[in-house]
Structures are given as structure tokens and as C-alpha cells.
Nanobody, 127 residues
Framework: QVQLVESGGGLVQAGGSLRLSCAASGRTFRSYAMGWFRQAPGKEREFVAAISWSDGNTYYKDSMKGRFTISRDNAKNTVYLQMNSLKPEDTAVYYC????????????????????WGQGTQVTVSS
């Protein structure tokens, strides 16, 4: 019953910006943290950023910090990823994920800490 739907991906020139959205729905949805991951062709899925619903604590991969900003709108059950100063190496499919809302309450940085995933949205950054 939990569904995550990403949107906002597209084609952008290097140096440009995109804002990704992830809308969560489902009557049983009660995650503690939401995360953004990405996967480029031929590469492993990697952590981008995560945030907790309750207090808004955030965690970023160091290489993303300063360019990417994760935020959430609790009333809309939506998380966002604002991406600025995009680089060609940011090209990937970006996935939104939600944890189970139980067990260790932490902002996870590993994909196995999340159990619900969106379909992904393609971000392509041209040179």
C-alpha cells in the first residue's frame, strides 16, 4: 500500500539546477527517514542524501554536500532534492526510498536500510 513516486528529472546543462520530488502515499506509510539514491549505468547504486520526518535531520554524501539539499514537507508527505551546479557525473537514475519506521531510528545511508522504493527518475546533465 506504500507508494513512492518521483518526479522532476530531465535534461539539464552542466551548471544548471533541478528539483526532484518524491510523493509518498499509503495508509500504512509511517517511515522514519527518507533517502535519495542514484545509479548511473555500469555503477553501483549510491547514497545521495537522507532526511528524517520528525526533526528534519539530514545526512549527505560528502561529494553532494553544498550542491544538493534535501528537504521535506510533512503535510504533503513529500521529500525534495534540490540539485544545483549539476555536473555530467551527476547523470543517473535517482530513486526515492523510505525505511520501515521501526528498528533503529536513524537516517540510513545504506540501501538495505530502506524497504520502499520509487520507480526512479532520470537525470541527465549535458556538457
Amino acid at each position: 500500500q506504500v507508494q513512492l513516486v518521483e518526479s522532476g528529472g530531465g535534461l539539464v546543462q552542466a551548471g544548471g539546477s533541478l528539483r526532484l520530488s518524491c510523493a509518498a502515499s499509503g495508509r500504512t506509510f509511517r517511515s522514519y527517514a527518507m533517502g535519495w539514491f542514484r545509479q548511473a549505468p555500469g555503477k553501483e547504486r549510491e547514497f545521495v542524501a537522507a532526511i528524517s520526518w520528525s526533526d528534519g535531520n539530514t545526512y549527505y554524501k560528502d561529494s553532494m554536500k553544498g550542491r544538493f539539499t534535501i528537504s521535506r514537507d510533512n503535510a504533503k508527505n513529500t521529500v525534495y532534492l534540490q540539485m544545483n551546479s549539476l555536473k555530467p557525473e551527476d547523470t543517473a537514475v535517482y530513486y526515492c526510498a523510505a525505511d520501515a519506521g521501526h528498528g533503529p531510528l536513524r537516517v540510513g545511508v545504506f540501501d538495505y536500510e530502506y524497504i520502499y522504493w520509487g520507480q526512479g527518475t532520470q537525470v541527465t546533465v549535458s556538457s
